[in-house]
């Protein structure tokens, strides 16, 4: 569909009335203070790129680039404008314009590609294992890398050997009687770079009575993509995965990445399509998609029968964006939390602020990305813990690495561990 015929494109722009509610709750604004990039103003940018008034180019696309799509704004607009969505259309509509073939390799090539993606995972492991990567970084080899990545290298501390899928069958029986068939969407991140998390998942879910069938060919949920201006890459990704998850023959889609479940709720679907209403098979599959959290409190009721071995833990928990903001989840990762025994919950101040790491902005705006960072890890210390709860990889890998370049010996842990921990 064309840029401007889009819906939030189309019908939205119009009803904002420059209140600048949005600019009060914006992460990137609070650290720049310029208009052109604050909410409002991004809103205005794409404005004129749908008036014709500015030319689609690189300098626009880098203003509009300075937003993590963290959802803040969006979620304060008292005229209801999904100002990520605007800001995403208009980086698609930019990059459709240019010829970028670095993009093209990167987010068309390897990042629809599992085998590929795994592949250079596999080619980072053996790097740090042999300790390439570390001579490569004191010989300044990394410099070499293009735009903020020789300084976000970093954040990428350690690549298991073993990828998620390596360790488990497509379909996991439950343990006892079966409740329920579910599947389990298991995200490039997590697959990848959190393998332990993807066990735990499966752990807590077949033993609360859920077969779990983790479809092959799965690929991305698009998140990316939709962020580096592939909306029409995010779209095929997006049929590819509903078309087997609709042959899963499932009674819920389950992920344990809040990325993952945005990216695949019903709203995104109609947003990446470009249409108000969806295909009724389509409607279908994104209404079985819930994220981890919601699924074990909503929907199996979780309760502490099982979770009988303690251990002590004094942890804070992070929101991550693409729950709190994107699917108001918030109480439930804090009542499985809770749930565990020897867990004390203290809550950080702001929460649910982004932590700057927001997939791939951390790569490509470093210094921006390490402002707000610095906030975090300030709410984090503030609480006198050391162990951080989230359920976004992405969030994760920021904040172990706030953890890092803070010198401070903390942890970063999904709240499906804790549970698989305490279960028998
Ligand atoms: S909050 Fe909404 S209506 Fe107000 S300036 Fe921002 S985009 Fe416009
Ligand atoms: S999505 Fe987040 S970073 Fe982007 S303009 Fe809105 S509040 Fe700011």
Redesign the pocket.
């Known amino acids: 569909m064309k840029f401007k015929e889009l819906p939030p494109v189309k019908e939205q722009i119009r009803?904002?009335?420059?209140?600048?509610?949005?600019?009060t709750v914006c992460p990137v604004f609070a650290e720049v203070k310029n208009e052109t990039v604050?909410?409002?103003g991004h809103?205005f940018m794409v404005q004129m790129l749908r008036d014709g008034v500015v030319k689609p180019d690189s300098k626009v696309y880098e203003h509009l680039s300075k937003c993590l799509l963290c959802e803040t704004?969006s979620t304060?607009?008292?005229?209801?404008?999904d100002?990520h969505e605007l800001n995403a259309a208009a980086r698609s509509f930019i990059t459709e314009n240019q010829s970028n073939p670095g993009k093209r390799l990167v987010f068309d090539t390897l990042w629809t590609s599992p085998k590929l993606l795994r592949a250079s995972t596999a080619f980072m492991w053996s790097a740090n294992v042999t300790g390439l990567m570390k001579l490569a970084r004191a010989l300044h080899l990394t410099k070499v890398l293009p735009g903020d990545l020789p300084k976000a290298e970093q954040i990428l501390d350690r690549v298991p050997f073993r990828s998620a899928r390596d360790q488990l069958h497509e379909t996991i029986p439950a343990q006892g009687k079966k409740k329920l068939r579910v599947a389990y969407f298991l995200g490039c991140a997590t697959n990848l770079l959190h393998p332990e998390v993807a066990l735990a998942t499966v752990k807590v879910l077949t033993q609360s009575g859920c077969e779990v069938v983790i479809p092959r060919d799965l690929k991305c949920c698009g998140l990316p993509h939709i962020a580096n201006g592939k909306l029409g890459t995010a779209r095929s990704l997006l049929l590819h995965n509903f078309e087997l998850l609709s042959r899963a023959k499932v009674d819920y889609i389950v992920t344990d990445c809040a990325s993952c479940s945005s990216a695949l709720s019903d709203k995104n679907v109609r947003f990446v399509l470009g249409q108000e209403e969806i295909d009724a098979n389509l409607a279908l599959t994104a209404g079985k998609v819930v994220d981890l959290t919601a699924f074990l409190v909503n929907v199996l009721d979780i309760g502490p029968g099982n979770l009988v071995k303690r251990s002590e833990h004094r942890l804070t928990y992070h929101d991550p964006c693409h729950l709190a903001k994107a699917q108001n989840i918030r109480k439930e990762p804090r009542e499985l939390l809770r749930l565990v025994p020897g867990v004390e919950l203290v809550e950080m101040a702001e929460p649910d602020r982004c932590c700057g790491g927001s997939g791939t902005f951390a790569l490509t705006h470093y210094d921006m990305s390490m402002k707000i960072l610095d906030k975090k890890m300030s709410a984090i210390r503030n609480t006198g813990c050391d162990t951080v709860a989230t359920c976004c990889p992405s969030c994760s890998m920021q904040l172990a690495y706030g953890f890092r370049r803070s010198r401070v010996n903390g942890k970063v842990v999904h709240p499906v561990e804790l549970l698989a921990q305490a279960l028998p």
């Not at 009803?15 to 949005?22: L, P």
């Not at 304060?76 to 404008?81: A, K, Q, R």
């Open positions: 009803k904002c009335v420059r209140c600048g509610r949005c600019r604050a909410p409002r809103v704004c304060f607009c008292p005229s209801g404008i100002i």
